[in-house]
């Protein structure tokens, strides 16, 4: 008995739901016809540019743009359809404010990206930065990209290559940022200096915190100030500035790690100062030679046999 009630009381439920809803169908038909007519309409422009543009960034730019423009548009009139159906104006223009943040999600964290840099000083233009794996100069800063004078890769010691990287925005969210020059202009450097175990390392090492002094005074003096400038901002502290020489043990010698600091934008020049002086020291030394691998063997000698008494 209670089975036969509940069954006739479905088409009852249907029926009123069909009265309630009745223009419901109306509206998936005419969100189709939009689908439609704006996909045919991407057809019809992508041919169009296919055919008038050559350019394949110009051509990629302007498809990128339709299809914003597109997917607004698309979002505004199925909007405009559903508007009655949901019965809340509040409702459609919350609907509509998130299908244009998905739409332009892209553009949005660029902008946000942007107020991010210049808001936190993350970097400014001229700063040399790494980004990731990218490393160069800030030559460029927009509201949609920054752009970089590429450093490295296939060209060693941190000097250009001569390309320019334009990065979104956005990648400071995504990626560890390395400011090389922001509030403190130096870095670190190290060369690594490899003696023979028969030289005379302590000659060696004298003569390198000689060509070290002579070559960074001025960056000491300059780094002091850098780092009382910088410590206003930072908890920044080096216990040492000057250069120093640091002895350590290798398979193939005593190393001789020379630890200094240095303009990044002058690293190979001084680099290559430091090896051209010590080499010539090292020269007029007798008693200092470079190590370089080598295999040592040794042969055990037999005592002579004793006579047999």
């Not at 450097?189 to 090492?205: C, G, H, Q, Y």
């Not at 502290?237 to 240095?262: C, M, W």
Request: neutral net charge; aromatic residues 10%; without cysteine.
């Amino acid at each position: 008995m209670g089975d036969n009630s509940i069954t006739s009381q479905i088409p009852q439920a249907l029926q009123q739901g069909l009265q309630d809803g009745g223009n419901i169908p109306l509206q998936v038909v005419e969100t189709i016809a939009v689908l439609l007519l704006l996909g045919l309409a991407r057809s019809l422009v992508k041919r169009f540019l296919s055919k008038r543009i050559e350019d394949n960034s110009t051509r990629y730019s302007w498809r990128k743009n339709i299809n914003y423009l597109l997917t607004f548009l698309a979002i505004l009139v199925i909007g405009r359809i559903w508007v009655e159906g949901i019965g809340s104006i509040a409702t459609y223009l919350g609907l509509l404010s998130a299908g244009i943040a998905i739409a332009l999600r892209g553009p949005l964290t660029d902008i946000a990206g942007w107020t991010f840099i210049l808001s936190q000083k993350t970097f400014s233009v001229g700063d040399r930065i790494q980004i990731g794996s990218i490393k160069g100069d800030v030559i460029d800063i927009r509201m949609m990209k920054f752009s970089l004078l590429e450093i490295g890769n296939w060209v060693h010691a941190d000097q250009s290559t001569g390309r320019v990287v334009h990065i979104p925005n956005h990648k400071i969210f995504d990626e560890d940022v390395y400011n090389y020059t922001a509030d403190f202009e130096f870095i670190w450097n190290e060369i690594p200096i490899l003696v023979t175990f028969e030289s005379d390392w302590r000659k060696a090492k004298q003569i390198i915190e000689e060509v070290a002094q002579q070559l960074m005074q001025d960056f000491t003096r300059t780094a002091q100030n850098e780092v009382r400038k910088a410590s206003q901002s930072y908890l920044i502290h080096f216990q040492h500035l000057t250069p120093i020489v640091y002895t350590s043990v290798e398979a193939d010698g005593v190393k001789l790690t020379l630890r200094h600091l240095t303009n990044p934008r002058r690293r190979r020049s001084l680099n290559q100062a430091v090896w051209e002086r010590i080499l010539d020291r090292f020269n007029a030394e007798e008693t200092i030679e470079f190590a370089y691998p080598t295999t040592r063997f040794y042969t055990s000698v037999q005592p002579p046999a004793l006579p047999k008494s």
